[in-house]
């Protein structure tokens, strides 16, 4: 892979340097081995550790968390009261989590994590345990505040983290809820790797005489990230992929998908290919999304396949390429997914696929980080190979739940005994078992299990049997999705 050429660090000195930080702090960063401040850290800590309120904007992967994680844990060692951080997905909240344990456990302080997809009664029992620092997603932490279960008033200081994508998904709501119910005598910390009005409105409705911090104008991309595009068809971008993935054979590699269900197919197409994949998305429980990430982290899978919920929250620092195999809906979301590569210092690749119609699109991208994009020709692509369902299902990854197995085993058996009259007897049952649609929790919208008909197999209703023979029979079947909330 061409490396772009390396560019000088900016010195930003020592954590030592830092006005205020406290000795026992500087112990335990000098511990972990962390000597040199990042450039967002180097300019906001000083401020924050004398309780002002900051705005800061930053991308991913600048060092934001011990930004404003280190200002806390010392206000919070200092007096009583509780730290809050809202962060907009389960995968960033549990990776803020393990950033400020390094640095609160060994002096003491307790986190905890409360996000949904996941029972809330183990994250009740930890609120009852009093935490120094809850880090939560708004929806969840908003559904214990109706239940009376979680309060603010010993909340001191809030951090919004990643504030333009939680405004993004929609929990504008949610966020004014906690900053109006918090107590007044707060410092408030909001970091955003964009500034929409929408974040200026917050700003100025919830913060007093914030310090402005900018590291990098918005819609910077990473510097140490080469970036190309290829112009091709929808229909070939699986054959365009597949020859990525034997010229970048040893490379960690992230995908990123437009939709939930495009992302599951890629992911199912490369194991077929004969690569090891992963796939991380709305539609996966916080279990499956744990063991995805975990094991792409470890190597047991070098591809994984994301919807953006995905851009801010994944933190691996081998990742060499990402691919852009649909274009984001927001352009700002691109600098966010280039953004998983190229990091720690590494150099990294960014490729996106665009298809004609979608040229008009780059030129927006090429506006917002004010660079041009190189267009490269295609070589010949490796012609599109035959794909087998049963390869698919013996490539299926190992931490699908049995659950979902075992019911999608009933639903195919009921369907291949109750065909309707009219469908033949060669063909395959209308239910696509764990290879399609039907066996995708949808955790947004609800969804329903539509069998081949076994309930109507009989004549005598020839509006419900053609109905059944279609697969849009099986009413029993239909069952509503669990909520999505990040």
């Keep these: 892979m061409n490396k772009p050429q390396e560019q000088p660090k900016q010195t930003t000195g020592r954590f030592s340097d830092l006005k205020g930080i406290e000795h026992k702090i500087l112990s335990v960063l000098s511990k972990k081995n962390f000597v040199t401040p990042t450039p967002i850290q180097h300019q906001v800590i000083p401020g924050a550790l004398q309780g002002k309120d900051v705005v800061g904007i930053a991308q991913t992967g600048t060092g934001k968390t011990l930004a404003f994680g280190i200002p806390m844990i010392q206000s919070l060692l200092r007096q009583r009261g509780q730290g809050l951080i809202l962060v907009p997905t389960r995968e960033l909240a549990d990776q803020v989590e393990k950033s400020l344990s390094i640095v609160g456990a060994p002096l003491g302080l307790r986190t905890v994590v409360i996000i949904g997809g996941v029972s809330q009664q183990t994250q009740v029992k930890a609120i009852k345990r009093n935490p120094h620092i809850v880090i939560a997603t708004p929806g969840r932490l908003d559904d214990l505040m109706k239940q009376g279960i979680y309060k603010l008033n010993q909340v001191r200081i809030i951090t919004l983290d990643e504030a333009d994508r939680m405004l993004d998904i929609g929990f504008l709501p ?19 790797a964009t500034m929409p009005n929408s974040i200026s409105s917050l700003a100025s409705a919830f913060m007093k005489l914030p310090l402005r911090i900018e590291i990098a104008p918005q819609g910077t991309s990473a510097e140490n990230v080469q970036q190309e595009v290829f ?6 971008k699986m054959r365009l992929l597949d020859s990525l993935l034997q010229q970048y054979q040893t490379d960690k590699m992230l995908i990123f998908s437009r939709t939930k269900y495009g992302a599951k197919k890629i992911a199912r197409d490369i194991r077929i290919l004969g690569h090891t994949s992963t796939e991380i998305h709305s539609n996966r429980s916080q279990a499956q999304r744990k063991a995805a990430l975990a094991g792409f982290i470890k190597g047991k899978f070098r591809v994984m396949v994301a919807t953006d919920i995905a851009a801010r929250g994944i933190d691996v620092k081998d990742i060499a390429i990402v691919v852009n195999f649909d274009l984001p809906e927001n352009s700002d979301d691109y600098v966010h ?15 996106s696929f665009v298809t004609p119609s979608e040229k008009a699109d780059i ?42 197995r075992n019911r999608n085993k009933q639903y195919s058996n009921r369907n291949q005994a109750g065909q309707s009259d009219g469908q033949s007897q060669k063909k395959k049952p209308s239910h696509r078992g764990r290879g399609g649609k039907s066996s995708s929790r949808s ?7 539509r069998g081949g008909g076994g309930r109507y197999s009989g004549q005598k209703n020839k509006k419900r049997s053609s109905r ?9 079947h239909r069952r509503s999705g669990q909520s999505s909330r990040h």
């Design 468 to 476: 059944s023979s279609r697969g849009g029979g099986g009413g029993r």
């Design 231 to 236: 112009v091709i068809t929808k229909n070939n």
């Design 363 to 404: 030129k927006k991208i090429e506006r917002l980080i004010r660079k041009s994009l190189p267009i490269l020709s295609l070589s010949a692509l490796p012609p599109e190979r035959k794909k087998h369902s049963h390869l698919a299902q013996q490539h299926t990854q190992e931490n699908e739940r049995p659950y979902n």
């Design 337 to 351: 997914r280039i953004g998983r590569t190229g990091r720690a210092g590494k150099f990294g690749k960014a490729i």
């Design 174 to 192: 949610q966020i004014k809820r906690v900053l109006q119910t918090a107590p007044k005598e707060r410092q408030t910390m909001l970091f955003s």
């Design 443 to 449: 955790s947004d919208n609800k969804s329903s299990h």
